[in-house]
């Protein structure tokens, strides 16, 4: 006889392998509702793959904060939740061409600042 497995909606697959899966999904559901909480598209090119898109710091300078991975994506995700003007949803492209325009990629494109 199977255990049923609570809070198990949405298909998303349990698998029983202890505290880390049980973690990676619970950040990955939170991610999700952080996404579609900030309209769950590149806010630049309108791309809508979630496998792509990542939060980002509407004023810059966030990434310390919020993209350094010192963080679990849960609670960056909550960190939209809180203060969702602080943040917007962009693609990885969209997010590098920003990061390099606004020269907040450490050794690249030194040009004295914005
Ligand atoms: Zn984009």
Request: aromatic letters at 8%; a positive charge.
């Amino acid at each position: 006889m199977d255990e049923q497995v609570s809070g198990n909606k949405n298909g998303l697959q349990s698998t029983h392998k202890g505290a880390n899966q049980y973690m990676r999904m619970f950040g990955q559901l939170w991610r999700s509702r952080a996404l579609v909480f900030l309209g769950g598209r590149c806010e630049h090119c309108g791309n809508n793959d979630s496998r792509v898109l990542q939060f980002d710091h509407v004023l810059g300078g966030g990434k310390t904060e919020l993209m350094s991975g010192n963080r679990n994506s849960h609670q960056r995700a909550r960190a939209v939740f809180k203060e969702p003007g602080k943040y917007q949803v962009l693609c990885a492209n969209c997010n590098w061409i920003k990061r390099f325009e606004r020269n907040e990629q450490s050794g690249y494109l030194k040009t004295g600042g914005i």
